[in-house]
Every structure is written in C-alpha cells, then in structure tokens.
C-alpha cells in the first residue's frame, strides 16, 4: 500500500465516522425530549458497565500477573538461598560464581542488597564478589526509571559496589530530581573521601525540603578533614543562607576548635537571624571568656532568636557577675528570652537569685520555679 491509498483510505474512513456521527445526532435530534433523556441515561448506564467490566477484567488480570511473578521470585529466592549458604559455609578461598539469567539479574541483585544488610566481614565480602559481575547492569539504570527505583539502584551500588561504582554516584548527584540526588550525597559523605565535600556543598542548596539536622548530620559524618572547607563556606555570604547554617551544624557537631572564630566573624556581620543564632549555639558549646563581650552586644539584639541563643551561649561562658544581665532578661517581653535567662543564671551559679525570684511575685516567678524543678529532678 503506496501513501496515496493509505491517504483515500483514512479519507472513507473518516467520511465514515462522520456520517455516522450525523446519523447518531440525526436520530436524537427527531425524539421527544423525555424519550431523549431516558435513552442518554440508558447509554450512560451502559457505557459505566462497560467501563467497570473493563477495569475489573484489568484489575483480576493484573492480580493474577502479580501471583505468577511472586510465585516465580519465590521459587528463585529459595534456589538462591540454598547456593548462597552453601558458599557462605564453604571453606574455598574464591568465591565462586552463580549463574543468573539476564531477565532475573535485577531481582538477583536486589535479592543480594537485602541479604548484605544482615551480614558484616568476610560474609559481606564474599556476597559482593556474588554480586559484582551484575552490578554493570545496576549502574546503567541509575539513568533511568521512576526516582524512586533509581535511589534504590544508588543504595545497592553503595552497599555492594562501593567504590568500585563511585563514578556513577557522582554523576547522579547533578540529577534535577532531589530523591535521587539525596541518595547520592549520602552515600558520597564518606569518612574516607573527604575530597567529596567540594562535590556536595554546591548541591546542598537544592535540598530545601530535608531538614537541617538530617543535613548538617551528614556532613559531620564526614569528620575532622572536612572542617576546613565547611569554615570557609560559613565565611562565603556569596552562598546559600541554608548551605551556611547545614556548615555551622556541622562544625558544632564535629567539635572544630576553630569554629567559634569563624562563628565571631559571621555574627560581626549579623547576616542572618538564623545564621547568628546557629554561630551563637557554637560559642556555646565551645566558647570562650573571650567570647563574652560579643555575647553581652547581643542579648540585647532586636530579633528575638537571637536573644535566646546569646544568653544560652552566655549561661556557658559568663561570669557570676552578668547576673544583671540575665535579669533584664526575665523581664524581656517573650516568654521563650525569659526562661533561658533563668536557665542562665542556674548555669552561672546564680541559684539563690532564682529562689528568690520563685518565691516573689515577679511576674516571671513561675519560669525561676520550672528552672529550679528541673535542676532539682523534681
């Protein structure tokens, strides 16, 4: 059949439906419009029985598609299982290899990820021997699939072939998609590759919708050597308030002792609120009394959050004589300055001042007794 047919064939057939069409409308058009209404009613019944037949029928194949695929995993699982413990108990030097067909090797290799999660040491060794002439095949999909299946792909690579399929990961840390790139930062924040730093840091500010904890929590897994760079990137008011906080975290966590230095220098600038209040819980933790004329500037800062990280951070460095401070900040006009200005004066040894306040009619009287239940274990 040459073009030309094919062309004067769709013309009949659509001629066709066009005159049928007519017909359809021809006819309803000469009813009355009772009888219209009841033979439209009438197709509309017909035409949702017909739909639901179809999607029953879908829904009874799909099922029994399912049972036969389960049916067959299972059968697979169990031949597998019986190989895998019978090499796991063997006292042969070289792994040797299993047998897999092309169409079961991804279900094979998932197969091995969720059997490497219970075994530790030479077992897990000798499951990633099983699973590595495979994993070429895993790697391919990183580029493709639904995201889901693709961050899964990203975990098995991590679990069995790491490092060996470390390109791959990185090249899906550039992925738009966020589940899959997420997967890739956390499997590339290694201790032993502290050089992948320079790779996560410029992704990290598409990760708004992973907490910060989560964020700042991977990169200390990274440990010591990273600290530099993250002292650096706090310091670059040219990046991402979000990536600068995750970096300040991260510092606190890892116990840097040039952090508060680096913290002194951002809270100077007062760039940000929740920056300053994250550089302010990094003097207090690892502050100094040289720290404290900074501390006393700031726990009179207009933004609040501000004021509560500078008294708690001045409750770890101050001296028994800031008690006036802390008791400007009882009377601060949010609840939440209040009470860490008497946790504050707890911390600097300023108890018989709270007990005072508790038992007067200080409007704050109530926050100095909550502060002396806690430090009581009342």
């Not at 799909?62 to 190989?83: A, D, F, P, T, V």
């Not at 897990?124 to 639904?146: F, N, T, V, W």
């Not at 708690?312 to 004589?321: D, F």
Request: hydrophobic share 45%.
């Amino acid at each position: 059949m040459n073009s030309e047919q094919f062309v004067k064939y769709l013309k009949q057939f659509l001629a066709f439906l066009k005159g049928l069409g007519d017909e359809f409308f021809s006819y309803f058009e000469k009813l009355p419009r009772l009888e219209m209404a009841l033979q439209i009613l009438i197709l509309t019944v017909v035409f949702l029985f017909v739909l639901t037949v179809i999607i029953a029928v879908g829904v009874v194949l799909l099922r029994m598609k399912n049972n036969l695929i389960s049916k067959k995993y299972s059968r697979l699982e169990k031949s597998w299982e019986g190989q895998i413990m019978e090499i796991l108990s063997s006292d042969e030097g070289e792994t040797p290899s299993m047998i897999i067909k092309r169409k079961d090797i991804s279900f094979f290799v998932q197969y091995l990820y969720r059997f490497a999660s219970r075994l530790r040491g030479q077992e897990l060794q000798i499951i990633k021997d099983l699973a590595q002439p495979y994993l070429a095949s895993i790697a391919k999909k990183l580029k493709r699939g639904y995201p889901e299946l693709r961050a899964r792909n990203i975990n098995i690579l991590a679990t069995l072939g790491f490092p060996e399929f470390i390109d791959p990961i990185i090249l899906a840390l550039q992925e738009d998609v966020p589940i899959v790139k997420m997967a890739a930062a956390r499997i590339l924040a290694h201790a032993d590759y502290p050089e992948h730093i320079d790779l996560i840091l410029p992704e990290l500010s598409h990760f708004d919708e992973w907490s910060m904890n989560f964020l700042s929590s991977m990169l200390s897994e990274m440990g010591p050597p990273i600290a530099p760079r993250l002292r650096e990137e706090l310091l670059n008011r040219e990046a991402s308030v979000r990536v600068r906080i995750a970096a300040a975290e991260a510092l606190r966590h890892i116990g840097d002792l040039a952090a508060p230095d680096a913290a002194v220098k951002v809270l100077e600038a007062g760039d940000d609120p929740e920056l300053s209040a994250t550089c302010l819980k990094i003097l207090r933790d690892m502050g100094t009394h040289r720290h404290r004329p900074l501390l006393l500037d700031l726990v009179v800062s207009p933004e609040e959050i501000i004021r509560i990280h500078a008294l708690s951070a001045l409750g770890s460095v101050g001296l028994e004589s800031d008690a006036s401070i802390m008791l400007k900040g009882l009377d601060d006009p949010s609840s939440w300055v209040a009470l860490q200005a008497a946790r504050a004066l707890h911390q600097i040894k300023s108890t018989q001042l709270l007990e005072e306040i508790a038992a007067s009619d200080h409007f704050r009287a109530s926050i100095a007794q909550q502060i002396l239940t806690e430090v009581n274990g009342l």
